[in-house]
């Protein structure tokens, strides 16, 4: 896999972590504090559950973590989809109030706790929906393509950024068109935001009527 390829699947990667920690907190397993670093807006996460159960190895956390929330790692139900059902997943029955931790050990804990804190917000992030296969294939042969053509590519970013650019795709490959178009629509792939993509089918479709 080439330098371009790897950059543009971890590009995916980390969407598909910020995904799962963006649901994780709208289905209540992570807090949310909005902070300013350096004149950037960031969000900052922190467990809502009982970090005291990780182990520290990262498998079998990951394990224990989609056995017990993975629900909450998805996007939240509709309100037309919503079951009420009585009582709490069994790792809500004891939270520690501090967002996981135990209280009582002051500065001396500080550290630790905020590194337990971290590695449980990564574990979130990565107990998530990897990204598709299809979108992984299709950055590798946009990869390609990019690398055997002509453009520059900071000139295809630059372009790509632009307001409302019109980008022409074209692969002797089935199915290539509409894997390009899901993979342009994810969201923070394209820089600048989401793009709409049309396929050839589609194309031909209006053309014709």
Same mark, same amino acid.
């Given at each position: 896999? !080439?330098?371009? !390829?790897?950059?543009?699947?971890?590009?995916?990667?980390? $969407?598909?972590?910020?995904?799962?920690?963006?649901? @994780?907190?709208?289905?209540?397993?992570?807090?949310?504090? *909005?902070? &300013?670093?350096? /004149?950037?807006?960031?969000?900052?996460?922190?467990?809502?559950?009982?970090?005291?159960?990780?182990?520290?190895?990262?498998?079998?956390?990951?394990?224990?973590?989609? %056995?017990?929330?993975?629900?909450?790692?998805?996007?939240? +139900? =509709?309100?037309?989809? *919503?079951?009420?059902? &009585?009582? %709490?997943?069994? #790792?809500?029955? @004891?939270?520690? +109030? !501090?967002? /996981?931790? =135990? #209280?009582? /050990?002051?500065?001396r804990n500080s550290a630790s706790d905020h590194a337990r804190r971290a590695y449980a917000v990564s574990l979130v992030g990565r107990a998530g929906r990897p990204p598709f296969v299809s979108n992984i294939? #299709?950055?590798?042969?946009? #990869?390609?393509?990019?690398?055997?053509?002509?453009?520059p590519f900071d000139k295809i970013v630059r372009a790509a950024a632009m307001s409302a650019p019109v980008v022409s795709l074209h692969a002797p490959i089935a199915g290539f068109e509409q894997a390009m178009?899901?993979?342009?629509?994810?969201?923070?792939? $394209? +820089?600048?935001?989401?793009?709409? /993509?049309?396929?050839? @089918?589609?194309?031909?479709?209006?053309?014709?009527?």
């Open positions: 896999m !080439s330098k371009l !390829s790897r950059l543009l699947v971890r590009r995916l990667e980390r $969407i598909a972590r910020r995904e799962a920690q963006r649901n @994780a907190h709208r289905n209540g397993l992570l807090q949310v504090k *909005i902070v &300013e670093i350096g /004149g950037h807006v960031m969000r900052r996460y922190a467990p809502a559950f009982d970090t005291s159960r990780l182990s520290g190895d990262r498998d079998q956390d990951l394990a224990w973590l989609r %056995r017990n929330f993975g629900g909450y790692l998805l996007p939240p +139900p =509709q309100p037309s989809d *919503i079951v009420v059902t &009585e009582g %709490r997943p069994p #790792a809500f029955l @004891a939270p520690f +109030p !501090s967002g /996981g931790t =135990q #209280a009582g /050990g002051g500065e294939v #299709a950055v590798i042969v946009l #990869a390609r393509a990019i690398e055997n053509g002509r453009m178009r899901r993979l342009i629509e994810v969201s923070g792939f $394209i +820089p600048g935001g989401a793009l709409t /993509g049309i396929d050839g @089918a589609m194309s031909m479709t209006t053309q014709a009527s």
